[in-house]
């Protein structure tokens, strides 16, 4: 398993932008997805994106389409999220995961369950209020 550890997260206004980091151990081999998980507080953690392994392809939930951006250091062993328009019900704990998996269910939209990676991180919290 690649160990993770998260930072950029801290307090933003509604409307304002935050940067997450996911730094790895390792460099991150092709076969890894990465995931960025949401959890609010008292609800479930919850896929808000994903970059597959292989192609990179990135995946949305449809929360954070167009507001989020998830992507990947030249050397591969950092991946980012970049949250813009922030929103109140943004705001909980962030989570980057690691794992030879697929990134979205078999429709191919569902990003993938928490309970298919095997690598976490311990979190970032994430605030929005104003």
């Known amino acids: 398993q690649v160990e993770l550890v998260e930072s950029g997260g801290g307090l933003a206004q509604p409307g304002g932008s935050l940067r997450l980091s996911c730094a790895a151990s390792e460099v991150i081999n092709d076969y890894y997805s990465i995931g960025w998980f949401h959890q609010a507080p008292g609800k479930e953690r919850e896929g808000v994106s994903c970059?597959?392994?292989?192609?990179?392809?990135?995946y949305y939930a449809d929360s954070v389409k167009g507001r989020f951006t998830i992507s990947r250091d030249n050397a591969r062993n950092t991946v980012f999220l970049q949250m813009n328009n922030l929103r109140p019900e943004d705001t909980g704990v962030y989570y980057c995961?690691?794992?030879?998996?697929?990134?979205?269910?078999?429709?191919?939209?569902?990003?993938?369950?928490?309970?298919?990676?095997?690598?976490w991180g311990q979190g970032t919290q994430v605030t929005v209020s104003s």
């Open positions: 995961a690691a794992d030879i998996v697929l990134c979205t269910s078999r429709d191919g939209i569902t990003l993938a369950p928490p309970e298919d990676f095997g690598s």
């Open positions: 970059l597959s392994a292989v192609q990179g392809s990135a």
